[in-house]
Nanobody, 133 residues
Framework: QVYLQESGGGLVQAGGSLRLSCAAS??????????MAWFRQAPGKGREFVAG????????HHIDSVRGRFTISRDNIRKVVELQMNNLKPEDTAIYYC????????????????????????WGQGTQVTVSS
């Protein structure tokens, strides 16, 4: 079982930065057995993949709209995955969710199932990010 708790959301002006954190509580397996990702859901829209990272942090993928502005990282000792968000835009406004799945899959390349909601078994409650113009 995996429990995920997000933190770090808030209200920020366009061009500002936030750092989201997801703390994991893991039983039965080690935290580094899990692939981790961040998703977001804007009002009236579906939940979309934002960034993912493999079990040891050697492989990441960010969607085009955040590449160069957001960076996903993980600390397997602290059992934390983070999303550094710079140069935020109003269109980044959403609830951001942390997700985990038991997998050693890579995040290299496009079109992978790792970028879909169905790949993940565990979800946090989400943290609100609001970017004002």
């Amino acid at each position: 079982q995996v429990y995920l708790q997000e933190s770090g959301g808030g209200l920020v002006q366009a061009g500002g930065s936030l750092r989201l954190s997801c703390a994991a509580s893991v039983s039965e397996r080690a935290f580094d057995d899990y692939a981790m990702a961040w998703f977001r859901q804007a009002p009236g829209k579906g939940r979309e993949f934002v960034a993912g990272i493999n079990w040891r942090g050697s492989s990441t993928h960010h969607i085009d709209s955040v590449r160069g502005r957001f960076t996903i990282s993980r600390d397997n000792i602290r059992k934390v995955v983070e999303l550094q968000m710079n140069n935020l835009k109003p269109e980044d406004t959403a609830i951001y969710y942390c997700a985990a799945t038991f997998s050693l899959a890579s995040f290299d390349g496009d079109g992978r199932r790792q970028y879909g909601i169905g790949f993940y078994d565990y979800w946090g409650q989400g943290t609100q990010v609001t970017v004002s113009s």
